[in-house]
């Protein structure tokens, strides 16, 4: 039986981890279970997996909590703090970090200090702190397993393979919902339009950061600090139906890549299971009705957030967290109306243009950029 410490149970994926562990429950069983605020689902499903602790991340919300727990046997905890402490103190096989944004950051660092592994969702934790994090891993045996999808098909692609085989690798993106709309009616994008992902349902930072692309470009950093490579070895290409969700180019120019009707669980559930591909009853990919497979270059000036992210991993230092920064709080903006689309990569721009360099390698200095109001 494999423990997991589950944090971020309430969101998109959190609840996907959960449908894996529905699926075989004589393999995993939940230590712990995190959420922000979303306590009455919290409680639900504490009352369903029974981990030993449950915290919420909003204080105001402890009692609610407490009461709706009363009688379990279930230990229960608040606030940002907990979550961390947790991350670090509670001894588990692996911590599925399913938290969203800066957030999640201080629990992966937190738990790769003590030599915990992470199946990794949260990509901001690389984004921001990427070499440090391989500095930990690298002094305390802690392993990083990726769950964004696209990071986990290059995974099995290289299950097997020496990196020293690898000419590059290909990240796939579908280019969201605006691939083909025209480019001049791109400041009337409303929050709605923004939010209608055409392949993956997912929660709704990351499907805006489909919309604008930014979140290829995070993935880019992500597969940077995952794969050892550097960033002229990796391409990006325009995949609209997200079938193939990454290749891997080898020497001899032969590709692999891996393939699978878009759904979550398949990589949350290898990233647990590794190396094992255990048995699913979900549905499965027939090519015969898809038929056909499209591919293009993305357009740099429809997603001018593509060359930016390059940008960024040239200029190093803290430079990639200043752009998931800028960005997180641009999106939130963007959601609230108070900011057109194109605002959002043009404000994450200049967020970097104004950079100071910190050091990457100090905590401290990544939280200060955390914290720092940018739009
Ligand atoms: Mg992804």
């Known amino acids: 039986m494999k423990t997991i410490g589950l944090l971020g149970s309430t969101g998109s994926i959190g609840k996907n981890v ?6 075989h429950p004589e393999r995993f069983s939940i230590a712990y279970m995190t959420a922000n605020t ?15 602790t449950v915290i919420i991340g909003d204080e105001k919300k402890y009692d609610v909590l407490c009461k709706g727990l009363s009688g379990t046997g279930i230990t229960c905890a608040a606030g ?21 944004g800066i957030a999640g950051m201080q629990p992966t660092i937190a738990a790769v200090k003590k030599g915990r592994d992470v199946a990794l969702s949260n990509k901001e934790s690389l984004v921001m702190a990427g070499t440090l994090i391989n500095n930990i891993c690298a002094e305390t045996g802690a392993k990083i397993f990726p769950v964004d999808s696209e990071h986990s098909a290059i995974w099995q692609c290289l299950t097997g393979e020496s990196e020293s085989n690898v000419e590059k690798i290909i990240l796939t993106g579908s280019g969201g919902p605006f691939l083909r709309r025209e480019l001049s009616t791109f400041d009337m994008i409303r929050p709605e339009e923004a939010l209608k992902h055409p392949n993956w349902s997912m929660g709704a930072k990351i499907t805006i950061d489909s919309a604008t692309m930014i979140n ?9 600090h995952l794969f050892h490579l550097d960033a002229s070895r ?5 995949h609209p139906e997200s079938i193939i969700h990454s290749m891997v180019q080898f020497n001899d120019g032969s590709i692999k890549a891996q393939l699978g009707i878009p759904d979550m669980k398949v990589p949350i559930q290898y990233a647990l ?3 094992e591909h255990l048995p699913s009853n979900w549905p499965r990919l027939d090519l015969t009705e898809i038929a056909t497979l499209h591919f293009e270059q993305p357009d740099n000036t429809r997603f001018p957030s593509l060359a930016l992210a390059r940008q960024v991993l040239k200029q190093g230092e803290t430079y990639p967290a ?8 641009a999106v939130y903006r963007f959601l609230n109306g108070e900011i057109s689309f194109p605002e959002i990569t043009a404000s994450v721009k200049r967020a ?9 390698l100090s905590l401290e200095d990544i939280l200060k950029i955390s914290k720092i109001r940018m739009n």
């Open 18 to 23: 959960l449908r894996v562990i529905d699926t």
């Open 38 to 52: 979303q306590v009455d689902v919290l409680i639900e499903q504490a009352k369903t997996y029974m981990p030993h």
């Open 80 to 100: 940002y703090t907990a979550i961390v402490n947790i991350s670090r103190d509670i001894e588990v096989d692996v911590i599925l970090n399913a938290i969203v």
């Open 216 to 224: 290829k470009g995070l993935e880019l950093i992500e597969a940077y």
């Open 234 to 238: 990796i391409d990006i290409m325009i």
């Open 273 to 275: 299971s590794y190396p």
């Open 322 to 329: 200043v752009f998931n920064v800028a960005n997180e709080q």
């Open 352 to 360: 970097l243009d104004d950079h100071q360099p910190l050091d990457p």
